[in-house]
């Protein structure tokens, strides 16, 4: 079985940065690809950003050019650098883990396991 647990969320202003932590412990040594998500209320949760294990990244629209994804292999632990926040950036951010190497925008059905979320609010 595979753990993720996200850390990092909070509240800040617009224009402001955030930096979202994902640990992973357990059976890890099947994932390859570890990828961030998501859900703003009434909304389906959504992409926004992925790495395989030779570090080729991928990245919303919505966040590109503003968050940054980085793994730390040896420290099982992925990040996710958020800087010039927006109001429409609010939401549970999730973490992702999945076992095969996807270098695309994965989709949230094909993630293998999930970690509890954290909060992101972003004030205007």
């Known amino acids: 079985q595979v753990y993720l647990r996200e850390s990092g969320g909070g509240l800040v202003q617009a224009g402001g940065s955030l930096k979202l932590s994902c640990k992973v412990s357990?059976?890890?040594?099947?994932?390859?690809?570890m990828a961030w998500y998501r859900q703003a209320p009434g909304k389906q949760r959504e992409f926004v950003a992925a790495?395989?294990?030779?570090?080729?990244?991928n990245y919303s629209d919505s966040v590109k050019g503003r968050f940054t994804i980085s793994r730390v292999s040896a420290e099982n632990t992925v990040y996710l650098q958020m800087n010039n926040l927006k109001p429409e950036d609010t939401a549970v951010y999730y973490c992702?883990?999945?076992?095969?190497?996807?270098?695309?925008?994965?989709?949230?059905?094909?993630?293998?396991?999930w970690g509890q979320g954290t909060q992101v609010t972003v004030s205007s």
């Open positions: 357990g059976s890890n040594m099947r994932i390859n690809t």
């Open positions: 790495i395989t294990s030779g570090g080729s990244t």
């Open positions: 992702g883990a999945i076992e095969s190497d996807m270098d695309y925008d994965v989709l949230p059905e094909e993630v293998d396991y």
